[in-house]
């Protein structure tokens, strides 16, 4: 491969900004743009922590931290998962590397190169195996949580808390806000019952309690409520005691010798001697308005008000004074533009007043709900999401925070952050205090480690989750917070840009470099220090394109235009500007899949291709049938509400048409879906049918047997009405979607794509049954007003073109990147804006239904926050950018006469033409115009060699002789001979899993009414832990002298990891006891025994894999167990569960083909007893592997 001198500057830059950002004595802030490696880059920062290093200050080798005092807290789970997959493979690669291969990762690393070293090395995959739960990689709301509970006392909070689920925190809100309406008078909600629906008003509550700011105003509404009017006034600039009268007293008194009307009575008729017709009937209104007395005067304001005003609240000026008439007339101009000045300021003055009996209405009344809703939450031991970070927070904050520090602070010598541009301003405050005594006296080393460090990695330029809380200005105030730490306490601070994407070719880099490089694109993204952005590729030379095609606009031809007076004859779906492009970008990427491979890169695949778009719309939908109907694969990957899939809905309808039969409507719904089956025409029959009262239900009742589709609806809903009262809502969907055959209509209808929405219902009504009583009239209602979604992630979706939204990208790329929806502009739909009130300090919320109650203390807010809105929109534009890896596609449908300034699509094109893009002829299919096209063509791969060194392959066509093979024009030997026949195939069977079907049915476990004391989820988990304990006991304890067996069980059974209590503890030890004193047992516990043993093989015809808990190989017969933990044993070996029989009768036919000179006898260990049964050979005949006899004579 040719030497790229380009590729080489790229790479050298990458390493030592990497090196210096992994530096584990100093403490780093990195700032990581798109595809420049920063999951390597945390991942090597973890490996050099741990692993011994050089002291810069004395130049001795310092041991490496130990795994366990390394915290790393990320964004989301799935980054938390990736980070420690990503180590967990690389440190078991280590284990088994020879020593030269190793010494070369380790130098890449900066670790010195020695024997101790290597060994470090290679016992670290060990050592993070042993860790309990596994290094420290979680989220920060996960370490929220376990830190409450490691300290519920200091927190103040029930240890055993549950975090409620989105459906539940709504569904408890609206309930207190019910309670707290219902008990509150008319007057004092009045103000908001004209200006808010009851949904919009659950939201709004909740909003306020979810925002830290309205903790300190809500505690003075709550203890000193007087003072609330006088808050509110302040804030809106109106004089105390403003709200005591009403608005018509105010108009009353702004009418009645207001300044300057003697002036205007005065000047006005020179309007009606010089002005025009439409100026003297203007002037004659005002005329007749001062006439009126002041109360009719009140009556009339909007005459008035409308005369000097235009509806947008300006100075009016055609209709009122000519330019002419201004100039002679100044004392007349001037007396009315004062007018209109006041008349602003009446106005100005009553929206404040509405205003603040809005704010006052909805602070008396959110308080008491907010209070209400906290009190039941902590009555149910429930937390939200947002309560662990705020408990977490309070926690580290108040003066007894000292014993929780140090004994958190004991154990944590570094920490790490990802992701840190979304991280909110409380989360930042958390890592602060954790990490407050890293920068102080003696916590700022260890006693051998070395300095105690921070690290946090992100990029300003990708913070898109502002409406969760992300606060991008943090990211700029806490990196200059930590580096005055650092220099203070006099510790090394590094700040490295990483630039250098290994992700995109230089076209991409190049457009979006050029895209940021105009200042209205540049807001938000830009650094602090106005530097120019500016990416470097480590893929130089590999080519790439970028493209902007024209946008889509709606044509229609003279004579399809539309005739109000005719019905329309022609489909004008088609001359949508958005379907246009829908079907032009399905053509698009099936002609780029279906392009036969060229020179240089590899042939495109549909999971190649992402398509991004800013939000959800119907574009989207347009989209994907586009595709489908080109036959290419597609996943939509952008996240839909649960109760808006149509499998849903349909199942829906199902459960309630069976709790209401009499609904005709929703059993009509029923009947005509895939479930029920019946066409339209069907169902026109039956309903027609049946006599003036009677319920649909009672018609198909009668007259089922008339037709096969009656007969197999009906069938169906008779068999699931008959159990509606008994089965539990997960256990009725199932029940129709498998046996009633429900799952297989579905997935005729509506496709494949629709598994997805029903398994996450199955799921949901999981998690409704382990949190509420398992009713279907409640789950139905919580699953209505949930917040449920369906969420595909981006590897589930296969080898398909991706469409999803750019927040969801996030991390992703693609060779082939599209933004087709690139037209519109950010949604501001903030209704609440926050004021600072000077002699209180609080902050206080404004609550602005609509634009017409605006004042200017809002109109400012609301302009700030449009700021920020659009700064966020071009940053999430960034994001969208750096997605492709080789080719961007940009292109949109006219959304009118002007596309947006703030449009991606207009940011874009402004980029093109700074870039130098080409201009290149577009057609398709009639939408003619010009598409800019910047390209590089990919570089030869093998260097050039003189004619004198070209080999037979590389002369020309011409001068190669046709040599053709000697099998060409003959029939080949195996055509005229029949195939042979294939063996059949057989299925793996795993006689430990007792989901296997080819086992038999389960074994009876606990009564059902044993387990209503706890919930399901408890008893499965707790079940299940007893088992693991119990075997891994009797794996291990056999090693060990019988003298120290009991001690080594109490012991590691009262571990806190393993959950027990102490009884609980004490009874299985005694039962793993008394399995070991068993006197048939003692062969198997012997140091020649074997545990754990797998087991593969043929048996029957069956390929059987599985393990035994223990066995040996005795002189005259080999003896193998199995233990069994359950609490139900069986009376006698004839009522031993046949699945159990099934399982130690694979076991003894795989041992039985080992050894066949040897008799296999097959043992099932009892715990609770404790019991063994020998099973007998003719016990086990009935149920071997293909019905054969094993037994050995």
């Not at 830190?147 to 519920?152: A, G, S, T, V």
């Not at 609240?313 to 004074?321: A, C, E, Y």
Request: some cysteine.
């Amino acid at each position: 491969m040719l030497k790229n001198p380009a590729f080489s500057e790229a790479i050298d830059q990458a390493n030592r900004q990497q090196a210096l950002a992994s530096d584990p004595t100093a403490s780093v802030f990195v700032s990581a743009s798109a595809g420049s490696g920063k999951t390597k880059l945390l991942i090597d920062r973890l490996l050099r922590l741990m692993l011994p290093r050089s002291n810069p200050a004395g130049g001795e080798v310092l041991p490496g931290s130990p795994p366990a005092r390394i915290l790393c807290l990320t964004f989301t789970k799935a980054a938390a998962a990736e980070m420690a997959i990503r180590l967990q493979t690389r440190l078991g690669r280590w284990v088994t590397l020879p020593d030269d291969a190793l010494n070369k990762e380790l130098q890449g690393l900066s670790v010195p190169c020695t024997e101790e070293t290597r060994r470090r090395a290679r016992a670290l995959f060990a050592e993070v195996l042993d860790l309990p739960g596994g290094m420290r990689i979680g989220t920060i709301h996960a370490f929220c949580q376990s830190l409450l509970r490691r300290f519920p006392l200091e927190a103040a909070m029930n240890p055993h808390f549950t975090v409620m689920e989105e459906t539940d925190a709504t569904l408890a809100l609206q309930g207190c806000v019910e309670t707290v309406l219902g008990n509150s008078p008319t007057a004092s909600i009045a103000p908001l019952a004209g200006q808010i629906s009851l949904g919009d008003f659950v939201n709004l509550v909740g909003a306020l309690r979810h925002d830290s700011r309205a903790e300190a105003i809500r505690e003075r509404v709550l203890k000193l409520p007087a003072l609330l009017p006088t808050i509110l006034c302040r804030v809106l600039g109106l004089p105390q005691g403003a709200l005591k009268g009403s608005d018509a007293a105010q108009i009353q008194a702004a009418c009645t010798n207001f300044p300057g009307e003697d002036r205007l009575r005065a000047h006005i008729p020179t309007l009606v001697d010089k002005g025009t017709e439409t100026v003297k009937a203007t002037a004659y209104r005002l005329l007749d308005w001062l006439a009126l007395p002041p109360v009719e005067r009140a009556a009339q304001w909007d005459v008035w008000r409308n005369a000097l005003l235009t509806k947008d609240g300006k100075p009016r000026k055609r209709g009122l004074i000519t330019t002419k008439l201004a100039n002679d007339y100044a004392d007349l101009a001037t007396a009315l533009e004062r007018e209109a000045a006041r008349i602003l300021e009446v106005e100005e003055a009553l929206r404040a007043r509405r205003l603040a009996r809005l704010g006052l209405a909805l602070l008396k009344t959110a308080a008491p709900v907010a209070a209400l809703y906290d009190i039941r939450k902590s009555q149910r031991g429930l937390v939200e999401y947002d309560d662990l970070i705020r408990r977490t927070l309070g926690l580290l904050q108040r003066p007894g925070a000292a014993w929780v520090l140090y004994k958190l602070d004991g154990g944590i010598d570094h920490l790490l952050l990802d992701e840190v541009q979304d991280t909110s301003q409380e989360q930042w405050r958390i890592a602060g205090d954790l990490t407050a005594e890293f920068f102080a006296g003696e916590g700022t080393h260890t006693r051998e480690q070395g300095p105690r460090t921070v690290f946090a990695v992100g990029d300003y330029k990708q913070s898109i989750y502002g409406f969760q809380g992300a606060d991008p200005e943090s990211f700029r105030l806490w990196r200059r917070e930590f580096k005055n730490r650092a220099a203070f306490a006099s510790l090394p601070w590094q700040e490295p840009d990483l630039t250098v994407s290994f992700r995109s070719t230089a076209p991409v880099l190049a457009l979006v470099d050029a895209v940021f490089s105009v200042p209205d694109a540049a807001r938000g993204v830009a650094e602090e220090d106005g530097r120019a952005m500016r990416h470097l590729t480590a893929r130089p030379g590999e080519g790439g394109r970028v493209e902007l095609w024209p946008l889509a606009e709606a044509q229609m031809d003279e004579e399809e235009a539309l005739s109000p007076w005719e019905p329309p004859t022609a489909n004008t779906t088609r001359q949508n500007p958005q379907q246009k492009l829908a079907d032009t970008l399905a053509r698009f990427i099936a002609r780029q899949l279906n392009s036969p491979p060229e020179e240089g890169p590899a042939p495109l695949t549909p999971g190649d291709v992402l398509v991004l778009v800013p939000r959800r719309s119907s574009f989207v939908t347009a989209l994907i049938r586009a595709l489908k109907t080109e036959n290419v694969p597609v996943a939509t990957l952008v996240r839909t509400g649960l109760a808006d899939q149509l499998a849903v809905q349909d199942l829906m309808a199902l459960c309630g048409a069976l709790l209401l039969p009499q609904d005709d409507l929703t059993l009509a719904c029923v009947l005509t879906s895939p479930l029920g089956g019946l066409s339209d025409e069907s169902l026109m029959v039956l309903a027609t049918g049946r006599g003036k009262a009677e319920p649909l239900w009672s018609a198909l009742r009668e007259h089922h047997a008339e037709r096969p589709d009656w007969t197999q609806a009906w069938q169906m809903l008779d068999g699931l009405f008959r159990r509606v009262d008994y089965l539990t809502p997960h256990e009725l969907l199932s029940e129709a979607l498998g046996r009633s055959g429900g799952r297989a209509r579905l997935l005729a209808r509506l496709g494949p794509e629709a598994a997805e929405s029903i398994d996450e219902l199955l799921s949901a009504a999981l998690r409704y049954q382990d949190m509420h009583p398992p009713s279907l009239q409640g789950f139905l209602h919580w699953l209505r007003n949930s917040e449920e979604t369906v969420k595909r992630e981006a590897e589930a979706g296969g080898d398909a073109v991706r469409v999803m939204t750019a927040h969801g990208a996030k991390g992703l790329q693609a060779r082939l990147v599209i933004l087709p929806d690139t037209v519109g502009t950010p949604r501001f739909e903030d209704r609440l804006f926050w004021v600072k009130d000077g002699p209180t300090g609080l902050d206080v919320p404004l609550y602005v239904p609509r634009g017409a109650l605006a004042v200017s203390v809002t109109q400012k807010l609301r302009a700030a926050r449009q700021a920020s809105a659009i700064e966020e929109y071009n940053r999430l534009l960034y994001v969208a950018l750096t997605r492709a890896a080789e080719r961007l596609v940009v292109c949109g449908w006219k959304p009118g006469r002007v596309v947006p300034p703030e449009s991606w699509y207009e940011r874009c094109r402004k980029g093109f033409e700074v870039v130098g893009a080409v201009p290149q002829e577009w057609d398709a299919g009639g939408w003619t115009g010009e598409m800019l096209v910047l390209e590089e063509k990919p570089q030869p791969r093998v260097p050039k060699e003189s004619p004198k060194d070209q080999s037979a392959s590389q002369l020309p066509v011409a001068a190669s002789p046709s040599v053709l093979p000697a099998w060409l024009g003959h029939a080949p030997t195996w055509q005229g001979m029949p195939p042979v026949p294939d063996a059949p195939l057989a299925r793996p069977l795993a006689p430990s899993r007792p989901d296997d079907a080819m086992l038999g049915p389960l074994p009876p476990v606990r009564s059902p009414l044993d387990v209503a004391t706890v919930t399901p989820a408890a008893a499965r988990e707790a079940a299940f832990r007893r088992g693991t304990l119990v075997h891994a006991l009797l794996q291990y304890l056999p090693a060990y002298p019988p003298e120290q067996q009991a001690q080594m069980a109490h012991v590691w059974l009262g571990r806190p990891a393993s959950g027990l209590k102490p009884e609980e503890a004490a009874t299985l030890a005694e039962q793993v006891l008394g399995v070991l004193a068993l006197p048939d047992l003692a062969p198997l516990f012997s140091q020649q025994a074997r545990a754990e043993q797998r087991l593969a093989g043929v048996a029957g015809g069956q390929v059987i894999v599985g393990q035994v808990d223990r066995m040996i190989l005795l002189p005259d017969k080999v003896l193998v167990c199995d233990f069994k933990t359950g609490r139900h044993t069986p009376r006698t070996v004839a009522a031993t569960p046949v699945l159990y029989l099934r399982q130690m009768a694979a076991y003894r036919a795989l041992l039985q083909g080992l050894y066949p000179d040897k008799p296999v006898r097959c043992v099932l260990v009892w715990t609770e007893g404790p019991r063994a049964d020998v099973l007998p050979d003719a016990l086990l005949d009935l149920h071997a592997p293909g019905g054969g006899s094993y037994s050995a004579s």
